[in-house]
């Protein structure tokens, strides 16, 4: 046996200093629970059989087994498959289409190409030809997928909750009283919304437009846009510009990604991000300060004054930061730039701070937009109820719109649709405005309807469908829209057609398939603005007590997303909570309140708050943040949903657990999960909060796949490496530093145990055709603000199904790439930064998994990748416990089998949909490489390089994913696996791992790193 030094987790002798690495507060503290479940090779819950049966329980299921044995029903429905009576002319059977088109998000389209199988949309991406989209997407366009197959959406027209038709509905359009029409609708840039919106107001007199989006503020058309990538300091005040729910997360996460390049010698950003909760954005700054909400503009305006800009005085003129920060604005000039939510208090301090230092028109360009894009306000829909509840409404229409949900009790947008005669919702789902509502109509999903509109940036697209809508009763809102503006009932592609029929010139046909094809009119961005005269209002001090931050949650947004289970299960960023929303506080905080959380065989379970806010309380988990602001309740929307199913529950007999285990078995996927905070929104003055309750469960992935005493692992064996830019240029290797002593020796020089007998070395790999080409991957983690969409991306394409949240708990979740997201510094209440890390496979070529597998499930390829045979896999689980990465996972239950019927056709037909008793893990999407593998193989050529793109790395706005082969020196790939900040995670195994990362670079600003 080859003898390895012996590696503890003792302090490393280099001189050179590190900080602590570490995922919980349970974990910083050294908590006895954590040490427990870490010492074990896999968590409590996921060690045992798949259902914890006791040998009683084993011999009922072994006496029902012959009752079990002659019933038929066990099997699957016969299907027939139907053949084309005519064929189309370009499907051929088997062979994806891709469609351009566009899903619109906050008001702003999001370019996409989306894959259709056999006619059935089965994958989503960016459009790589759009000038702002460059093929990268968000976790929202790659689980809409999932949203038009949910099995919850409304299926048919309701009339007071009775079944209708649309024929009805069309003859109750036409034969009302035009006048005097409400309609409330979220923001849009759609010419075609836009012109029949203006049509239905001439037509009925009296009539108002409402725009309302999730942040329930006024704000006018115009749109800022942030070019990052021109920026040497950046300034947030408040605003998560890279998290997923920015209306330009895509462009902000590129161009920041851009300006963080540290490898070319180019200048690289510096970010300071002040905030109350911790976000994406915050994890990726240089400098980090955690201010009470109300302080934000405070501090801003300090920031202004020390620039020269008209800002009234400050309590924060004589701070530290804000003349370090100033500062460094200053110096760098119209390089700089400050970023502000539209609709906060810091706005108008941003702008002024922007205009002192020149950035507008440089850094910062601003648009103006439809008018439909300007929102009224909490003011402007409480006005409306005010007027629907005093009759000065006959009819109002609410088009993909839930103001009852959305809005806060003290409006009472229920008791005011009550008031009007005829109230009348357009909608995915019977949602809680619908069942309010005299009538219901089934909204089409984008991906079955026409439409069009414009980008953040103006360019116009159209919106066309690859489906028939699934049910015969979803219509379009520009076609509900129509019908009230003119009465007659017309298809949504006339009505985009007549609105396109002023906007190409020439050829009409030829212009609109050109349109069509490629999903965008080039040339068509708004034009530059040149930005208002901006007064920086006074600004004033919040309550000395406890604030509450209300905001959109990261994974479900407002709650439009929140009956997609993809979501549900997709850890938050920052808290890693999945199946729930918390109230998170700082540590301080919430020691200062006697709130605990107990850690339990991996399980949290914690205290319960009641959150009081002027007249308002709602009942919420509690959950400890480091980094936070102290005295500040964190709460997030889109939860505490109540979606009508029509769905009968599911019931087993007691052998079978399929009622417990199927996600979808309850009715709708929202309903009763987590709790809504909608009237908390628009109270103003400090909160009260009591503790209401223990032994809460919460289910958090963050310490899941953690090695034992972590913390000291991640310095001494070097699992995320970081160095300042200045260290960075002194020592460009910085990384060899994080290899774990005694070991300094390369590590390619330890063999495997099994060297001898290597696959790559036997006589049928190499004779392979596809041996010529060794796949890998890099992963930039200066790149990298763990965003989510690589996760998404990565189940969307690979059929991974959802466990629920109890599973999670569990450690059972099945996510192929999973985002370990580390604190970084000495305390909980000190300030931290965070890092995050993605973690797929690793394919090692000097594979773990594949020595003990008894049954060769688990293989190598010829062109160098770890493969999972499914058909030979028997569940022992021996790769799983032998892998040092923790990256495998088990089917537990066949989360399959329970899958209701619509939700079959998002799967990817390229991919084996695995079953109980399976283990599965990150194939680096080798369907993608025998895709091409086929198709050069037919022309008779090599893969060029960046022809196979994995679903993470096509999704991923920040291009922090490399993939290519290895064999080709000058690939992206080669190119990268050469740069000095390269290095491999747990290399002293001598496992050769195929994925490397690139180490994260940090600029701080030497006057304030001391207090970092």
């Known amino acids: 046996m080859i003898e390895l030094p012996v590696l503890n987790s003792t302090a490393s002798a280099d001189a050179s200093p590190r900080k602590r690495f570490w995922r919980s507060v349970q974990h910083l503290e050294a908590d006895p629970g954590y040490s427990a479940f870490t010492e074990s090779e896999l968590m409590t819950g996921a060690q045992g059989s798949p259902g914890d049966s006791s040998r009683r329980q084993f011999l009922q299921l072994m006496g029902a087994s012959m009752a079990l044995a002659g019933l038929t029903a066990c099997r699957k429905p016969v299907e027939h498959i139907m053949p084309f009576v005519r064929k189309p002319e370009d499907m051929v059977p088997g062979v994806p289409l891709q469609y351009a088109t566009g899903m619109e998000f906050r008001g702003a389209l999001r370019p996409l190409v989306v894959e259709s199988t056999d006619g059935r949309p089965t994958k989503v991406e960016g459009n790589p030809e759009h000038p702002e989209s460059n093929g990268s997407s968000g976790i929202f366009e790659q689980a809409s997928l999932l949203a038009l197959y949910d099995p919850d959406r409304s299926q048919q027209v309701l009339r007071n909750g009775d079944g209708s038709t649309w024929a009805d509905f069309v003859r109750f359009v036409a034969e009302r009283d035009p006048g005097r029409t409400a309609v409330v609708l979220h923001p849009t840039a759609s010419p075609t919304v836009e012109r029949l919106a203006a049509a239905l107001a001439a037509r009925n007199a009296g009539s108002r437009v409402v725009v309302y989006d999730e942040s329930l503020a006024a704000a006018d058309a115009s749109r800022v846009r942030y070019h990052f990538d021109r920026a040497r300091v950046i300034l947030s005040l408040g605003r998560d510009f890279l998290g997923s729910t920015d209306v330009d997360h895509l462009h902000n996460t590129a161009t920041f990604a851009r300006s963080r390049a540290a490898d070319d010698g180019s200048t690289m950003s510096r970010l300071y991000v002040i905030e109350a909760g911790y976000s994406i954005t915050g994890g990726a700054a240089d400098h980090r300060l955690a201010l009470k909400p109300s302080q934000i503009a405070a501090f801003g305006a300090a920031v202004a004054r020390k620039l020269g800009a008209d800002a009234p005085a400050s309590t924060f003129d004589d701070h530290p930061w804000a003349a370090a920060i100033a500062e460094d604005l200053r110096g760098a000039g119209s390089a700089a730039v400050v970023v502000a939510d539209p609709t906060h208090a810091a706005a108008p301090v941003a702008a002024a701070i922007n205009a002192a230092l020149g950035s507008w028109g440089t850094t910062a360009e601003r648009f103006v937009s439809g008018p439909l894009t300007a929102t009224s306000g909490l003011e402007g829909l409480a006005a409306l109820a005010s007027d629907c509840a005093a009759g000065r409404f006959d009819t109002l229409l609410l088009v993909g719109v839930n103001p009852v949900y959305d809005l806060p009790a003290s409006v009472d947008f229920a008791g005011a649709m009550g008031k009007v005669a005829e109230t009348v919702h357009v909608g995915l789902h019977v949602d809680e405005t619908a069942v309010k509502a005299s009538w219901h109509v089934p909204m089409a999903h984008y991906l079955e309807s026409w439409g069009d509109g414009r980008s953040f940036g103006g360019t116009l697209s159209v919106t066309q469908p690859l489906i028939a809508p699934l049910y015969d009763a979803a219509h379009s809102a520009i076609e509900v829209l129509s019908l009230f503006a003119t009465g007659t009932d017309r298809s949504g592609y006339d009505l985009v057609r007549e609105s396109w029929s002023g906007v190409l010139t020439g050829d009409f046909e030829k212009a609109w398939r050109r349109v069509i094809h490629d999903g965008f009119l080039p040339g068509t961005a708004y034009a530059s603005s040149a930005p208002p005269a901006v007064a920086v209002p006074a600004v004033t001090s919040g309550p000395d007590g406890i604030e509450v931050l209300v905001q959109p949650d990261p994974t479900v947004f407002d709650g439009s997303f929140a009956n997609l289970s993809w979501l549900q299960e997709l850890p938050d960023p920052v808290t890693k909570v999945v199946w729930d929303n918390v109230a998170a506080v700082s540590p301080a905080t919430a020691a200062r309140l006697g709130l605990s959380v107990e850690l339990d065989a991996g399980q949290h379970f914690v205290d319960r708050i009641a959150v009081t806010l002027g007249s308002s309380t709602v009942d919420l988990p509690v959950w400890p943040v480091p980094g936070m602001a102290d005295d500040v309740v964190q709460v997030n929307l889109g939860y505490g949903r109540s979606i009508v199913s029509r769905r009968p529950e599911r019931t087993s007999p007691f052998w079978d657990t399929d009622s417990v285990t199927d996600v979808y078995g309850t009715g709708a996927v929202a309903a009763g999960v987590g709790v809504s905070v909608s009237d908390l929104r628009g109270?103003?003055?400090?909160?009260?909060?009591?503790?209401?309750?223990?032994?809460?469960?919460?289910?958090?992935?963050?310490?899941?796949?953690?090695?034992?005493?972590?913390?000291?692992?991640?310095?001494?064996?070097?699992?995320?490496?970081?160095?300042?830019?200045?260290?960075?240029?002194?020592?460009?290797?910085?990384?060899?530093?994080?290899?774990?002593?005694?070991?300094?020796?390369?590590?390619?020089?330890?063999?495997?145990?099994?060297?001898?007998?290597?696959?790559?070395?036997?006589?049928?790999?190499?004779?392979?055709?596809?041996?010529?080409?060794?796949?890998?991957?890099?992963?930039?983690?200066?790149?990298?603000?763990?965003?989510?969409?690589?996760?998404?991306?990565?189940?969307?394409?690979?059929?991974?199904?959802?466990?629920?949240?109890?599973?999670?708990?569990?450690?059972?979740?099945?996510?192929?790439?999973?985002?370990?997201?580390?604190?970084?510094?000495?305390?909980?209440?000190?300030?931290?930064?965070?890092?995050?890390?993605?973690?797929?496979?690793?394919?090692?070529?000097?594979?773990?998994?594949?020595?003990?597998?008894?049954?060769?499930?688990?293989?190598?390829?010829?062109?160098?990748?770890?493969?999972?045979?499914?058909?030979?896999?028997?569940?022992?689980?021996?790769?799983?416990?032998?892998?040092?990465?923790?990256?495998?996972?088990?089917?537990?239950?066949?989360?399959t089998k329970t899958l209701p019927a619509s939700l079959n056709l998002a799967h990817n037909p390229n991919v084996t949909v695995r079953s109980l008793g399976v283990m599965e893990k990150c194939s680096f999407c080798i369907q993608r490489v025998r895709e091409v593998n086929k198709r050069v193989n037919v022309e008779n050529r090599s893969i060029r390089d960046g022809e196979v793109k994995t679903a993470c790395q096509q999704a991923c706005p920040a291009s922090a994913i490399t993939f290519g082969d290895l064999n080709d020196t000058e690939s992206a790939v080669s190119k990268a696996k050469r740069n000095p900040r390269r290095y491999e995670i747990l290399a002293e195994l001598s496992v050769k791992p195929r994925t490397s990362y690139l180490g994260r670079i940090r600029n701080p600003n030497p006057q304030l790193e001391a207090g970092v």
Not at 748 to 776: C, M, V
Not at 782 to 788: H, I, K, L, S
Not at 858 to 863: A, R, Y
């Open 683 to 895: 109270a103003a003055g400090a909160a009260s909060i009591t503790r209401s309750g223990s032994g809460y469960l919460v289910a958090t992935t963050q310490d899941h796949g953690a090695l034992p005493d972590e913390g000291a692992e991640a310095m001494d064996r070097g699992l995320v490496r970081m160095a300042t830019l200045d260290v960075y240029r002194q020592n460009p290797e910085f990384v060899r530093a994080g290899d774990p002593r005694p070991i300094r020796e390369e590590w390619t020089d330890y063999p495997a145990l099994w060297q001898s007998r290597h696959p790559a070395d036997e006589p049928a790999i190499k004779d392979s055709p596809y041996f010529r080409n060794q796949w890998g991957m890099v992963i930039d983690l200066n790149a990298c603000t763990g965003c989510n969409a690589c996760t998404i991306a990565c189940q969307a394409e690979n059929n991974i199904q959802v466990v629920g949240k109890d599973q999670v708990s569990r450690g059972r979740e099945m996510h192929w790439i999973r985002l370990d997201r580390y604190f970084v510094g000495d305390g909980a209440d000190a300030p931290v930064q965070m890092v995050v890390q993605p973690l797929p496979c690793q394919h090692c070529e000097n594979a773990p998994c594949e020595s003990v597998c008894p049954v060769a499930a688990t293989v190598h390829s010829p062109d160098g990748t770890n493969q999972m045979v499914y058909n030979r896999c028997i569940g022992t689980r021996y790769c799983a416990n032998n892998c040092p990465y923790k990256v495998r996972r088990f089917n537990f239950y066949n989360w």
